[in-house]
Nanobody, 120 residues
Framework: QVQLVESGGGLVQPGESLRLSCAAS????????MGWYRQAPGKERELVAR???????NYADFVKGRFTISRDNAKKTVYLEMNSLKPEDTAIYYC??????????????WGQGTQVTVSS
């Protein structure tokens, strides 16, 4: 069974940065692709960034150049470094294991999420 715990969210001003963490339990973490998603009020959950087991990455156009996803397999943790934050980045951020890296489809092990609010 996989359990995921997101942390690192908060209230920041536009242009500032945050680093989110997603700690995973269970075996064989290093073998799976992982993704960060977000859900804003009234909107569907959307994929923000993904990272393969080998470290390949892919980003949604709306965060490209601002966000960086990384992983530490020894710590079973995935990170999302968010820079130049905008008010439209306000959402609950979730991580999940992916069924495959190329599909970007979530496996459904959602954690509780972490709230990111960007406001002046």
């Amino acid at each position: 069974q996989v359990q995921l715990v997101e942390s690192g969210g908060g209230l920041v001003q536009p242009g500032e940065s945050l680093r989110l963490s997603c700690a995973a339990s269970g075996n064989i973490f290093s073998s799976y692709a992982m993704g960060w998603y977000r859900q804003a009020p009234g909107k569907e959950r959307e994929l923000v960034a993904r990272i393969s087991s080998g470290g390949s990455t892919n980003y949604a156009d709306f965060v490209k150049g601002r966000f960086t996803i990384s992983r530490d397999n020894a710590k079973k943790t995935v990170y999302l470094e968010m820079n130049s934050l905008k008010p439209e980045d306000t959402a609950i951020y979730y991580c999940d294991r992916l069924t495959t890296y190329f599909s970007g489809r979530a496996a459904g092990y959602w954690g509780q999420g972490t709230q990111v609010t960007v406001s002046s």
